[in-house]
């Protein structure tokens, strides 16, 4: 396997909506580059990057998937990434390591929720976009009039950058070439061959083939003098200047070029793999990579020490080889067969075998052994690795995804994409011993590849909980825990942490007493409790005065109310935020013990609650809503219904973001009713905020289901 240099790579994301023909798009680049024998299709599970099991069985691509495409003397890595929103995590974290992101456009349906979401991300980075229209082939995509129009539709969304740098060729034959608008050269395709052949632009694509030049020339010199004065003075640009000037225009992100494939009939495909390696930004040319490092100190023997207590400092690391070797770790994969593998971008200096390494996240040391580049799930070995290209390692004992790695004495760190929070959860029970034991240690493997996967156990309910992004992403896991590691689980609606509490005082006396021959026991007790502000808990008072229960048995009285409170009195759910005060009582000399006054107060404790009109509390979270603008009515009709409260509303600049609080209840499931509504452009986050008295009349049906038992969601 040939060593490239960092000039000669290209790192591109190809992102976009579910089913617009990503996967089969780098099927199709990596069969025109002689890669593969035959183009991979996903039906069948052949398509390189589409190897993982549960994405075979579902057809879609639920995590990153990397190959890369060898094409006249550059090495173009190829991430294939997830195109459901609920799995959009992986797609900006691919976003990182590349240098452009390839936005694949379904012909049919224009750019559509996810396509939008992709975009913005991007944006936030200021990270360069190609724009592929795909399956133009396909009889349902618009006609050339559509087209246009779709054009136009992109440009309204995405600014007038959007230029298109081809037109399709499309006639009584089908979708069967394009046309170069750089060097005005149509490229022609027969069925079966990836290759196209040059050739004469239609007669009747002439006069729109030139209107599409002149549009590109011009957007393409604004903003440069000596350009415009060469437009003006000539009427263009030539080929070779143009060509130039709109791979500047890509690199600086003020230009985003629209070109069209077919990548199921191989239409484009070669082309596009050359408009990549000339005109998509090598990672050498693109800006310094902003870190987080660390201030170093000159010890008096010279050499120089990390200063641990040192204030951390923005440092530029320029991608090239000659800098310290550090490493940014953007994935993580188990093979079955060769354990963990993590998949890395060369930031500076060269990876070489063997070449030992500071995990700056983990302050712990790993060895690079073997280091090599992957094409789908294959590692191929290669002796060194370059600035700036990607490359992959298998067990490292403690690195993740996010981890910075590199020379011990350059420390930096970069900054991953934040982690968004589990949306949908269940309760999760092994169905036998045996898959009890293995559990733990097979989710574990998967949440070191899977960071949007949350495993935990509920302190207030003592179930273990599975959270994930969405009812597809948690069952994608339960069968991942079958296949690979033959571990079987039952799904279940989780229970709602409620808690029980008082509306007001009561007071009542608890007297234990049994003779049973011999010693017997007594305990006599009296208990006062009163409501307190939420989040008070119990408070437990002594107000014995006289010796009326001696010193070492209140202990033991408290001992009882706290025993009592937690197993609660309505359904079973802990009473709190109340104080109880012990005021009175009685003892015998002999028959009086520790165990005589808990079960007093335990009595006592009931009785007051009796008569102290206890109620249900729920949880109430805060919840944060961004959605399009025009599902803002929507969204606060759906609140309302769930007995939310609906706190404001601002401007996201892309959006509108909701502010409300809504009962934990209601929310289980809301993820599906957000996609729902929003067709998969909104999202939200929630966080714990108060506790809440339940209306009564729910407060009834949530204590009759208390009692029966907890519904089965899946296997």
């Given at each position: 396997?040939?060593?490239?240099l960092?000039?000669?790579?290209?790192?591109v994301?190809?992102?976009?909506?579910?089913?617009?023909?990503k996967?089969t798009?780098?099927?199709?680049?990596?069969q025109a580059?002689?890669?593969?024998p035959?183009?991979?299709?996903?039906e069948?599970?052949?398509a390189?990057?589409?190897y993982?099991e549960?994405?075979?069985?579902?057809?879609?691509t639920m995590?990153?998937a990397?190959?890369?495409?060898?094409?006249?003397?550059s090495?173009i890595?190829?991430?294939?990434t997830?195109g459901?929103?609920m799995f959009?995590y992986e797609?900006?974290?691919a976003?990182?390591?590349v240098e452009v992101?390839l936005?694949?456009?379904n012909?049919q349906m224009?750019?559509?929720?996810v396509?939008?979401?992709v975009?913005?991300?991007?944006?936030?980075i200021s990270?360069p976009?190609?724009?592929v229209?795909n399956?133009v082939?396909?009889?349902?995509?618009?006609?050339?009039?559509?087209?246009?129009?779709?054009?136009e539709l992109l440009?309204e969304?995405?600014?007038?950058?959007?230029?298109q740098?081809q037109?399709?060729i499309?006639?009584q034959?089908?979708?069967?070439g394009?046309v170069?608008?750089?060097?005005?050269?149509?490229?022609?395709?027969?069925?079966?061959?990836?290759?196209g052949?040059?050739g004469?632009?239609?007669e009747?694509?002439?006069?729109d083939a030139?209107?599409?030049h002149?549009?590109l020339v011009?957007?393409?010199a604004e903003?440069?003098?000596?350009l415009?004065e060469?437009?003006?003075r000539e009427?263009t640009?030539?080929e070779?200047?143009?060509?130039a000037a709109l791979?500047e225009?890509?690199?600086?992100d003020?230009?985003?070029?629209?070109?069209?494939a077919s990548?199921?009939?191989c239409?484009?495909?070669?082309?596009?793999?050359d408009?990549?390696?000339?005109y998509?930004?090598?990672?050498?040319e693109?800006?310094a990579?902003?870190?987080?490092?660390v201030?170093?100190?000159?010890?008096?023997n010279?050499?120089?020490?990390?200063v641990?207590?040192?204030?951390e400092?923005?440092v530029?690391?320029p991608?090239?080889?000659?800098g310290?070797l550090?490493?940014y770790a953007?994935?993580?994969m188990?093979d079955?067969f060769?354990?963990?593998?993590?998949?890395?971008?060369?930031?500076?200096g060269v990876?070489?075998t063997?070449?030992?390494v500071?995990n700056?996240t983990?302050q712990e040391?790993?060895?690079l052994?073997?280091?090599?580049?992957?094409?789908g799930?294959?590692a191929i070995?290669v002796?060194?690795?370059h600035?700036?290209d990607?490359?992959a390692?298998?067990k490292?004992?403690?690195t993740?995804?996010?981890d910075?790695?590199?020379?011990?004495s350059?420390?930096?760190?970069?900054?991953?994409p934040?982690?968004p929070?589990?949306?949908?959860t269940?309760?999760v029970?092994?169905?036998?011993r045996?898959?009890?034991?293995?559990l733990?240690?097979?989710?574990?493997?998967?949440?070191?590849?899977d960071?949007?996967?949350?495993?935990?156990?509920?302190p207030q309910?003592?179930?273990?909980?599975?959270?994930?992004?969405?009812?597809?992403?948690i069952?994608s896991?339960?069968?991942?825990?079958?296949?690979?590691y033959?571990?079987?689980?039952?799904?279940k609606?989780?229970?709602v942490?409620y808690?029980e509490?008082?509306?007001?005082?009561?007071e009542?006396e608890g007297?234990?007493k049994?003779?049973?021959?011999?010693?017997?026991?007594?305990g006599d007790?009296k208990l006062?409790i009163?409501p307190?502000?939420?989040g008070?808990?119990?408070?437990?008072?002594?107000?014995?005065?006289g010796?009326?229960?001696?010193?070492?048995?209140?202990p033991?009285?408290?001992?009882g109310?706290?025993?009592?409170a937690?197993?609660?009195?309505l359904g079973g759910?802990p009473?709190?935020?109340?104080?109880?005060t012990?005021f009175?009582?009685?003892?015998?000399?002999?028959?009086?013990?520790?165990l005589a006054?808990?079960?007093?107060?335990r009595?006592a404790?009931r009785?007051?609650?009796?008569?102290?009109?206890?109620a249900?509390l729920e949880?109430?979270?805060?919840?944060?809503?961004?959605?399009?603008?025009e599902?803002?009515?929507?969204?606060?009709a759906?609140l309302?219904?769930r007995?939310g409260r609906?706190?404001?509303?601002?401007s996201?600049g892309?959006g509108?973001?909701?502010?409300?609080?809504?009962?934990?209840?209601?929310?289980l499931?809301?993820?599906t009713?957000?996609?729902?509504?929003t067709?998969?452009r909104?999202?939200f986050h929630?966080d714990?905020s108060?506790?809440?008295?339940v209306?009564?009349?729910?407060?009834?049906?949530?204590?009759a289901?208390?009692?029966q038992p907890?519904?089965?969601i899946?296997e």
């Amino acid at each position: 396997m040939k060593v490239y240099l960092g000039k000669d790579v290209r790192n591109v994301a190809v992102v976009g909506h579910a089913h617009s023909g990503k996967t089969t798009l780098i099927a199709a680049l990596l069969q025109a580059a002689k890669m593969t024998p035959v183009q991979g299709r996903v039906e069948d599970g052949s398509a390189v990057t589409a190897y993982d099991e549960e994405d075979v069985a579902r057809r879609t691509t639920m995590a990153n998937a990397v190959a890369f495409a060898e094409w006249k003397g550059s090495k173009i890595n190829l991430v294939d990434t997830p195109g459901f929103h609920m799995f959009l995590y992986e797609t900006r974290a691919a976003m990182l390591p590349v240098e452009v992101a390839l936005v694949v456009v379904n012909a049919q349906m224009g750019a559509e929720a996810v396509t939008g979401r992709v975009w913005k991300y991007a944006a936030e980075i200021s990270l360069p976009r190609l724009v592929v229209i795909n399956q133009v082939d396909h009889p349902k995509a618009d006609s050339r009039v559509g087209r246009r129009r779709m054009v136009e539709l992109l440009q309204e969304m995405w600014g007038r950058q959007v230029v298109q740098v081809q037109l399709p060729i499309v006639d009584q034959h089908g979708f069967h070439g394009v046309v170069d608008l750089v060097t005005m050269k149509a490229y022609l395709y027969q069925e079966g061959n990836a290759v196209g052949e040059v050739g004469k632009i239609p007669e009747a694509m002439q006069a729109d083939a030139k209107e599409a030049h002149e549009a590109l020339v011009e957007f393409v010199a604004e903003g440069k003098d000596e350009l415009m004065e060469e437009f003006f003075r000539e009427g263009t640009i030539p080929e070779g200047h143009l060509a130039a000037a709109l791979h500047e225009a890509i690199r600086e992100d003020r230009l985003f070029p629209v070109l069209y494939a077919s990548g199921l009939r191989c239409v484009g495909i070669d082309h596009l793999l050359d408009f990549i390696q000339t005109y998509v930004p090598a990672p050498t040319e693109r800006a310094a990579v902003a870190t987080r490092g660390v201030r170093q100190e000159a010890l008096p023997n010279g050499s120089a020490e990390l200063v641990a207590e040192a204030e951390e400092e923005m440092v530029m690391r320029p991608m090239e080889d000659q800098g310290p070797l550090a490493l940014y770790a953007y994935k993580t994969m188990t093979d079955p067969f060769t354990g963990k593998i993590s998949f890395f971008k060369v930031i500076s200096g060269v990876v070489r075998t063997g070449a030992s390494v500071m995990n700056f996240t983990r302050q712990e040391t790993e060895v690079l052994a073997h280091p090599s580049i992957m094409q789908g799930r294959k590692a191929i070995e290669v002796p060194e690795i370059h600035a700036g290209d990607l490359g992959a390692v298998a067990k490292l004992h403690v690195t993740l995804t996010g981890d910075t790695l590199g020379d011990k004495s350059h420390e930096i760190v970069v900054e991953p994409p934040a982690v968004p929070e589990a949306v949908m959860t269940y309760a999760v029970e092994p169905k036998s011993r045996g898959d009890e034991d293995r559990l733990a240690p097979a989710l574990q493997k998967l949440m070191e590849d899977d960071p949007m996967l949350r495993f935990f156990r509920d302190p207030q309910t003592n179930e273990f909980l599975l959270a994930g992004a969405g009812q597809p992403h948690i069952e994608s896991v339960v069968a991942k825990l079958k296949r690979r590691y033959h571990t079987s689980v039952v799904l279940k609606a989780p229970k709602v942490p409620y808690q029980e509490t008082i509306r007001s005082k009561a007071e009542a006396e608890g007297r234990h007493k049994k003779q049973t021959g011999g010693h017997g026991q007594f305990g006599d007790c009296k208990l006062r409790i009163e409501p307190l502000a939420r989040g008070s808990g119990i408070v437990f008072v002594n107000d014995i005065f006289g010796g009326a229960i001696p010193r070492q048995y209140v202990p033991a009285v408290e001992k009882g109310v706290r025993e009592s409170a937690a197993r609660g009195f309505l359904g079973g759910y802990p009473v709190v935020d109340m104080r109880v005060t012990v005021f009175d009582g009685s003892y015998h000399e002999v028959d009086s013990s520790e165990l005589a006054f808990k079960l007093a107060a335990r009595l006592a404790f009931r009785k007051c609650m009796e008569q102290a009109h206890p109620a249900l509390l729920e949880p109430v979270m805060q919840v944060e809503i961004e959605a399009p603008d025009e599902c803002a009515g929507g969204l606060i009709a759906d609140l309302t219904g769930r007995r939310g409260r609906v706190q404001g509303m601002d401007s996201s600049g892309t959006g509108t973001i909701v502010r409300a609080e809504v009962p934990m209840a209601e929310m289980l499931s809301y993820a599906t009713t957000l996609t729902s509504i929003t067709q998969g452009r909104g999202s939200f986050h929630m966080d714990m905020s108060r506790y809440d008295v339940v209306p009564q009349a729910l407060s009834d049906k949530i204590l009759a289901s208390a009692k029966q038992p907890a519904h089965e969601i899946e296997e």
